[in-house]
């Protein structure tokens, strides 16, 4: 076995982990670095060349190290500024670049989540700033794409929430409701997830046309509210299983991709996050859907996240 070269850290060969912190580090080293990959990916995939809005054909353009608060690239030809992190999640904080980007890197290799707190004691940050950051990444940058699913799909409702932790044991009080939240995934596919104000037909229909094509097969439990599905227009081949008389696998007739989705949230959620308000449950559902969506690659997790930062 070759010396181990403690400047050179390498991955173990049996690690699961595809990303490592070393290999962020490695990547993006410091601020200047993932200001230049903004850049790049941005307006100049070589690194100079840009189209020049004011002269309408592509340039070289310059980056001058000087005072200005917006970090910009100017044109050679006629002195206009390109501000990289315009239009971004970025722009406006005053938090680096830097420790945004390891913010995106620590919320997509973790297996649950992360708290704020515990963001803010990783970055160095204020909780508040620390909250608003992954508050940004998860309802901005893991925001759910609207790609429809063509089946076979399974479809379930549960409730998410309860006792909040600020009001002692009681249960009582605004927040600490239940939300009903809605779920269709794509066997060996995607996830769709939302807050819903009720689990009725009403409710729940508009979102399942909107996003399974027709004729697809579907897979649910015996609510009624499914029962318009095997009649409608869309031409759903609907298929139920009767979980009230203790079925739960009838050959492929089960809905257990959805329930293993369902208790991976809720156990996060109840581990890292205890109580979530109705407000912020929509982005917290992002974040599992994300994590749950990009499960093949935990590489191209944090690269997916990345692109969508740059395309914002
Ligand atoms: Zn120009």
């Given at each position: 076995m070759p010396p181990v070269n403690r400047n050179q850290p390498i991955r173990a060969n049996s690690s699961d982990s595809e990303y490592t912190l070393m290999d962020f580090m490695r990547e993006f080293p410091d601020d200047k670095t993932c200001l230049e990959h903004l850049w790049r990916e941005r307006f100049a995939p070589d690194g100079k060349t840009a189209d020049c809005p004011k002269c309408r054909k592509a340039r070289e353009f310059k980056?001058?190290?000087?005072?200005?608060?917006?970090?910009?690239?100017?044109?050679?030809?006629?002195?206009?500024?390109?501000h990289v992190l315009a239009g971004t999640i970025f722009e406006k904080s005053s938090t680096s670049l830097h420790l945004w980007f390891y913010a995106m890197y620590l919320m997509t290799s973790t297996r649950c989540g992360i708290s704020a707190k515990q963001l803010e004691r990783e970055l160095g940050v204020t909780y508040k700033?620390?909250?608003?950051?992954?508050?940004?990444?998860?309802?901005?940058?893991?925001?759910?794409?609207?790609?429809?699913?063509?089946?076979?799909?399974?479809?379930?409702?549960?409730?998410?929430?309860?006792?909040?932790?600020?009001?002692?044991?009681?249960?009582?009080?605004?927040?600490?409701?239940?939300?009903?939240?809605?779920?269709?995934?794509?066997?060996?596919?995607k996830v769709f997830v939302t807050p819903?104000?009720?689990?009725?037909?009403?409710?729940?229909?508009?979102?399942?046309?909107?996003?399974?094509?027709?004729?697809?097969?579907?897979y649910s439990d015996e609510l009624n509210s499914y029962d318009a599905l095997g009649h409608s227009p869309q031409g759903y081949n609907h298929r139920r299983i009767h979980?009230?008389?203790?079925?739960?696998?009838?050959?492929?007739?089960?809905?257990?991709?959805?329930?293993?989705?369902?208790?991976?949230?809720?156990?996060?959620?109840?581990?890292?996050?205890?109580?979530?308000?109705?407000?912020?449950?929509?982005?917290?559902?992002?974040?599992?859907?994300?994590?749950?969506?990009?499960?093949?690659s935990p590489r191209a997790k944090f690269s997916t996240l990345l692109r969508r930062a740059t395309v914002l």
């Open positions: 980056r001058y190290e000087t005072a200005q608060s917006r970090p910009s690239w100017t044109c050679t030809g006629c002195g206009h500024h390109l700033t620390a909250w608003r950051m992954a508050h940004l990444i998860r309802n901005k940058l893991m925001a759910q794409d609207t790609e429809p699913m063509d089946g076979p799909v399974e479809m379930d409702e549960t409730y998410v929430g309860g006792r909040s932790r600020y009001r002692g044991t009681s249960g009582k009080g605004r927040g600490t409701k239940k939300q009903p939240v809605f779920g269709i995934v794509q066997r060996g596919g819903v104000a009720s689990v009725q037909s009403a409710t729940l229909l508009p979102h399942v046309i909107e996003r399974v094509l027709p004729a697809s097969t579907i979980h009230r008389e203790k079925v739960y696998v009838s050959g492929d007739i089960h809905t257990n991709t959805i329930e293993g989705f369902w208790s991976l949230t809720k156990n996060g959620i109840r581990g890292v996050y205890h109580a979530v308000s109705k407000k912020h449950l929509q982005g917290y559902l992002n974040e599992y859907a994300w994590r749950y969506n990009e499960r093949h």
